[in-house]
């Protein structure tokens, strides 16, 4: 059984930093993408920013030049970076990673972490 467990969240003033993390575990045959998404009260979950199995990154326009994503394939973790943090980017943040099962030939399947709490305060 494949899980995803999430670590980072917390209370931090505008302009602070915050670093998210979310290792997965489990029967894993491989890991392509992973990403982030953010869910705002009263909103629909976003994408914040995505990596690809080889790397390539792509961000929300909104947290483009403040957000970095990467990735530790031995770890089987991804990273979500925060830098100058605004009131804005408070939301439940969710990780993704698209995982093949061992076993289950080359499926691949969503898996999402338990989400983490980030409050920027003005």
């Known amino acids: 059984q494949v899980q995803l467990v999430e670590s980072g969240g917390g209370l931090v003033q505008a302009g602070g930093s915050l670093r998210l993390s979310c290792a997965a575990s489990?029967?894993?045959?491989?890991?392509?993408?992973m990403g982030w998404y953010r869910q705002a009260p009263g909103k629909q979950r976003e994408l914040v920013a995505i990596?690809?199995?080889?790397?390539?990154?792509n961000y929300a326009d909104s947290v483009k030049g403040r957000f970095t994503i990467s990735r530790d394939n031995a770890k089987k973790t991804v990273y979500l970076q925060m830098n100058s943090l605004k009131p804005e980017d408070t939301a439940v943040y969710y990780c993704?990673?698209?995982?093949?099962?061992?076993?289950?030939?080359?499926?691949?399947?969503?898996?999402w972490g338990q989400g983490t709490q980030v409050t920027v305060s003005s």
């Open positions: 993704n990673q698209k995982i093949t099962p061992q076993g289950m030939g080359f499926m691949i399947r969503d898996y």
């Open positions: 489990g029967n894993i045959f491989s890991i392509n993408a």
């Open positions: 990596i690809t199995s080889g790397s390539s990154t």
